[in-house]
């Protein structure tokens, strides 16, 4: 039998990532865990500062409905449309092993002003500096929905028309 490494050990162990040890601080500090555990919970976040040369993917479960809170947070990243001057993916996958291309819930997506309610699997391609959000559930069934989101940059960032650029 060949010779294996555990996990993150070895030569190449620097590009394995199996927590948020590399999210940016205000993705990863207690006080932004405990306001995203409200819904869901946030599994791996990598960039290319926790990776050198990687692109940025993050991903979470969303375990109920977060339609309210993100309505009632004017600041929310995703509370309103922004853009990136790269292109982005988003995700959203059910977990019923059952029937996994059912979302089992209500997710609402708005892409420069459309709302489109998704209630299959669904991956979005969103081109460079296409508007984008609100994101939110709006229903929840009873298992949690697998999100991620990948952009073509090694950090993520974002830009609304009525502030300064955020780079997370």
């Not at 205000?26 to 990687?54: H, M, T």
């Not at 977990?95 to 709302?115: A, Q, R």
């Not at 391609?125 to 709006?138: E, K, S, V």
């Amino acid at each position: 039998m060949e010779d294996f490494v555990m996990n993150k050990e070895g030569k190449y162990g620097y590009l394995f990532v199996q927590d948020l040890s590399g999210a940016p601080e205000d993705r990863k500090s207690e006080e932004a865990l405990a306001r995203y555990r409200a819904f869901g919970e946030r599994q791996l976040w990598i960039d290319g500062n926790c990776v050198p040369g990687s692109f940025q993917m993050n991903t979470c479960f969303w375990m109920k409905p977060n339609a309210d809170m993100i309505r009632n947070s004017p600041g929310s990243q995703v509370g309103q449309p922004h853009h990136h001057p790269y292109p982005e993916i988003l995700g959203f996958v059910g977990t019923d092993p059952e029937n996994p291309l059912e979302l089992g819930g209500t997710v609402e997506f708005w892409i420069d002003g459309e709302c489109h309610h998704l209630t299959k699997s669904t991956m979005v391609y969103i081109p460079p500096n296409l508007p984008h959000c609100p994101l939110m559930t709006i229903e929840q069934g009873d298992k949690p929905i697998f999100h991620f989101s990948v952009v073509l940059n090694d950090t993520y960032g974002y830009e609304r028309d009525d502030e300064e650029k955020k780079e997370k």
